[in-house]
């Protein structure tokens, strides 16, 4: 368990402190990313979820989760969830992202209809793959 996942639960975080604690560019870079191509602005929420129980920053458009961002020190990780809306779109593009992202997509169990993919990001490859669920996401066709 992480610092972050320790603190207070009344004492919500602000985006400089999250900032300060992650201490990562590609933390910033996504940050920036999700704000200017889909107009949203972070959500700081604290989660009591068992597996990863603290402060995220969730990200939503139209009421619609895009992603959840996990602090921890001096890295992070993303949540995306793809469900049956996206994942014929998802699956087409799969070959093209990196090998890290493919074996996690083949190996993370379908729950519900969807795959919640805990995505560690590690370098700025693993973060273009997170921009492209993330657009995946946002953009896949509306079930009839």
């Known amino acids: 368990m992480t610092d972050w ?17 992650v201490s990562n560019p590609l933390w910033d870079g996504l ?6 191509d ?11 979820c ?9 990200y939503k458009k139209s009421g619609r ?3 959840t961002l996990y602090p921890e020190k ?10 049956e809306r996206e994942r014929p779109e998802m699956e087409l593009l799969l ?19 969807q795959r919640w993919l805990m995505i560690d990001v590690t370098d700025e490859e693993i973060l273009e793959d997170v921009k492209r ?7 896949s066709k509306k079930k009839v």
């Open 5 to 21: 996942q320790k603190t207070d639960k009344t004492r919500e975080p602000t985006a400089d402190s999250l900032h300060t604690y």
């Open 31 to 36: 940050c920036a990313s999700i704000e200017a």
């Open 38 to 48: 889909y107009g949203v602005k972070p959500l700081i929420e604290f989660s009591n």
């Open 50 to 58: 068992s597996m990863l129980r603290g402060w995220n920053v969730k």
């Open 65 to 67: 989760s895009l992603c």
């Open 74 to 83: 001096g890295t992070f990780s993303v949540l995306v969830v793809i469900g």
């Open 95 to 113: 070959p093209t992202f990196s090998e890290y992202l493919q074996e996690l997509y083949r190996k993370t169990q379908v729950s519900m209809g």
């Open 133 to 139: 669920c993330i657009f995946v996401r946002r953009n």
